[in-house]
């Protein structure tokens, strides 16, 4: 697995592309107009965006000393306590090891120890400092969980949707409707696809790899494919499609901790997701062929900067936004 590391190339690529963005701040697709709105008008949200969560039922105590220390430490204490109840769970001393024991934990038990600890150590240490009353923390409390409400009923949404479509056999029959049309050369590519199509339906990303794995491994070995590649393919295959799906679980936790448009985000980010997927798919196609890893990767990095370039360039003039946002032409474009 870890010799698959250097070819899991739509990983690679998405990092390389996120990164190229912050730095230029050229962006484009859909995302291009919000961040133009946003930064013009000062509207983070589209009209009619519906947010899974926002902050407009809290509100900032006056008076009171704002402190990283009360966010930080009930977030390590959420950490903490997860990771030892998934420990204790899987069957902690009696485990073989730690990662034997994570491996069979009950995550949803350790995650509610982890956020109820949380939750009373953030409750004692504002009580302490004196921030608000007991009431009004309870208040607070009830707010918080009224803002998750309608993301968790999404959420359980998309686990309904992606166990009934687990059920139909959806990844079983596209995996074995290819599987005997493969050619050595497109094995990795087909891989790579087929994970995309399977985790973009069913909104997991470690189901399809437990799916799609037993196949891809012994078919790369019968086919002469470097064992490697094909794990990657699965690997990134599975990922992507899990990013871009819109009943994904990750997808719609982004969407819920960042207060955005749940179809918006999906909307946003999609492009970006082809495009390193598109240079993963032509990466995976040349390694197939025998081409060096330390050569295909190099490649790769240049066409995912050329594609922004030219993407962003496209959206700007099709938009009449000038790039990249600096502030200065942001200020203009509010003075106009």
Not at 8 to 33: E, T
Not at 165 to 185: D, N, Q
């Amino acid at each position: 697995v870890l010799q698959s590391i250097p070819y899991r190339f739509y990983s690679i690529f998405a990092i390389i592309l996120v990164l190229a963005i912050a730095l230029s701040g050229r962006d484009y697709g859909p995302m291009l107009k919000a961040e133009y709105r946003a930064r013009t008008t000062g509207k983070v949200f589209a009209d009619g965006a519906t947010p899974l969560s926002g902050g407009s039922e809290l509100k900032v105590l006056e008076g009171v000393p704002q402190k990283s220390v009360n966010m930080v430490v009930p977030i390590v204490i959420l950490v903490v306590i997860s990771i030892f109840g998934m420990w204790w769970t899987g069957g902690g001393t009696s485990a073989e090891s730690f990662t034997a024991a994570i491996s069979d934990a009950d995550a949803m038990t350790a995650l509610l120890w982890g956020a109820m600890f949380a939750v009373i150590v953030a409750l004692i240490m504002y009580k302490v400092q004196g921030i608000g009353t007991l009431a009004e923390m309870m208040d607070a409390f009830v707010d918080g969980a009224k803002m998750m409400l309608l993301a968790n009923l999404i959420l359980l949404s998309a686990w309904s949707i992606g166990s009934i479509s687990s059920e139909m056999g959806t990844a079983p029959y596209v995996v074995e409707a290819v599987k005997g049309i493969i050619s050595p050369l497109l094995l990795p590519m087909v891989i790579f696809l087929i994970c995309n199509l399977i985790s973009f339906a069913t909104g997991t990303s470690w189901g399809t790899m437990a799916i799609t794995m037993p196949i891809a491994v012994p078919l790369s070995l019968a086919l002469g494919v470097p064992l490697p590649l094909g794990i990657s393919a699965v690997l990134t295959g599975s990922v992507m499609g899990d990013h871009c799906s819109p009943i994904s679980d990750t997808t719609i936790m982004s969407s819920m901790f960042a207060g955005s448009d749940h179809i918006d985000h999906v909307k946003t980010q999609i492009p970006y997701a082809f495009t390193a997927s598109g240079v993963a798919i032509l990466a995976y196609i040349a390694a197939g062929s025998g081409m060096s890893v330390a050569l295909v990767l190099p490649l790769g990095i240049v066409l995912v900067g050329i594609l922004l370039y030219l993407f962003s360039a496209i959206s700007a003039k099709s938009a009449g936004i000038s790039l990249p946002l600096a502030e200065s032409k942001i200020e203009e474009a509010k003075e106009v």
